[in-house]
Structure formats: C-alpha cells, structure tokens
C-alpha cells in the first residue's frame, strides 16, 4: 500500500480508514435528501463491499466503511447512474448543508432547497471546487438556524421582518464562522438580504478567498489578516 495517491482517493470519495487496506466511501448530499432508492443502494453496497453498517455524518453525507482497497473501482462502478455524489473531503467546498426550510417545516420561511440548487447550478459554486482550503455554507430556513448557520464560512438562516406594515421574508448572513479546534462564530451582517443579493454576495465570498487565501488559510485567518472592516468593505458590505 506504499505508493497509493491518498489524496486522489479522497478527492474521489475515498478515505483511508485507521485500519490498513481498508477505506470509508462518503457521499455528498444533496441538500441532505436522497431518495429511497439511493439509500438503498447504499445499504447494497454496504453489505456487499463493506460489514452492513452505514454511518450519517454532520454533513449530511452518508458513510459506508470497511471497503477493501481492491474493491473500491467495483464500488464506484455500482454508484454510476444513481445520482449518489462523492467527493467531499480536502481543500475545496464541502457539502453545502440544509435545513427542509418552508417546504416542510413549520418554522421554515424560506426555500433552503431552491438556495441550495441556485448556489450550485447557477453559481456553479458546488461541493469539491477546489479551493485553498475547506470552505463550507450552510443554509438554514429560520433563525433557529438548525444547520449552524453561524459556524460555517458562509451562514444563511431565512428572518421574518415587518415592512410597510406586512410581514416579510429575507436571508441573514454570517460570514467566516468555522468549528474545529479553534471554533468562531461568523460575522453576522446587519443586513437582511433579498436571495438574488445573497447569491451575489456567495459568489464574492468564494471569488474573494479563492483569489486571496494561502494553501490551508480558512476564510476566518484570511479576514483576520485583511481586517474585518476592509473584507467587508471588499465585499461591498
Ligand atoms: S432551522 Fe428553522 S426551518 Fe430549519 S429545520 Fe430548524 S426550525 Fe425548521
């Protein structure tokens, strides 16, 4: 096992497991739904590849571990077709977290699902674009913000306000949270934003730290090193 390209693996779904030879598949989900289909195909997988045990990780992905080396190009195989993404580890965006939002949560007040699809089709700004480092969004659809929208580099939660004297829906904003080590809420923006000015302000986020941060420098270190009141006048807050 001495000359495997770990991290090709990983890129491709594959991480090495503490026991040797053996590896963890992790899918990426999308907007944390997969269909029964999907799942089942992954409890196939499970028993054929692995010891019938998955496993549900904080991202909304599903994990399948104990696959042998040997099997994994039979495993990746078996997923063509299925719609079940992998691919989420490394330096680049993680799986972008949602809550159901309003399209089935009593709470919900906004379409986290259609935030999600705006994000990565029109944005192009999708889980496993390689970036200096890990850089995760999370979208919540009302303040109780169930996903942690303040412990993401880019945080969304949907916010009921009042205008004209009617009641309105919009999105807040964090900005440079992470968890980890050495966990930091993100700045919360004191602005409640329309979807279109979200996706305009994701976009600037991503160019920004894309263009700026050093190999392993997260969005927190990078604002750190600007100065909060330049990164934000940076991104035209
Ligand atoms: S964040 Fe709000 S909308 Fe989303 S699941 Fe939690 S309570 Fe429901």
């Not at 949602?98 to 379409?111: A, E, H, V, Y």
């Not at 050495?182 to 730290?209: A, W």
């Not at 050093?214 to 909060?228: A, D, F, H, M, S």
């Amino acid at each position: 096992m001495g000359n495997i390209d770990y991290d090709a693996f990983k890129k491709r779904g594959f991480l090495r497991q503490k026991q040797e030879g053996l590896f963890v598949l992790r899918t990426r989900g999308q907007a944390g739904n997969y269909s029964a289909e999907q799942l089942s195909i992954l409890v196939g997988l499970s028993g054929k590849f692995g010891r019938g045990i998955l496993h549900a990780t904080t991202r909304q992905g599903v994990e399948i571990p104990f696959i042998k080396f040997e099997n994994i190009d039979e495993v990746e195989g078996e997923l063509q077709g299925s719609g079940i993404k992998t691919g989420t580890s490394g330096p680049r965006i993680r799986t972008t977290t949602c809550c159901p939002g309003n399209s089935r949560c009593k709470s919900g007040l906004i379409d986290t699902f259609g935030l999600f699809d705006r994000i990565e089709n029109e944005l192009n700004i999708r889980c496993a674009v390689d970036l200096p480092h890990k850089l995760k969004i999370s979208i919540s659809g009302c303040p109780n913000k169930c996903t942690r929208a303040e412990a993401s580099e880019i945080g969304i939660h949907g916010q009921a306000y009042a205008s004209d004297g009617k009641r309105q829906t919009g999105y807040v904003v964090y900005l440079g949270g992470c968890g980890g080590r050495t966990p930091q809420l993100g700045i919360k923006i004191e602005k409640i934003f329309t979807v279109d000015e979200v996706l305009s302000l994701i976009e600037r986020v991503v160019k920004f730290y894309k263009e700026n941060a050093r190999p392993g420098q997260r969005l927190v270190l990078l604002i750190n090193e600007t100065g909060k009141e330049e990164f934000l006048r940076k991104m035209g807050l």
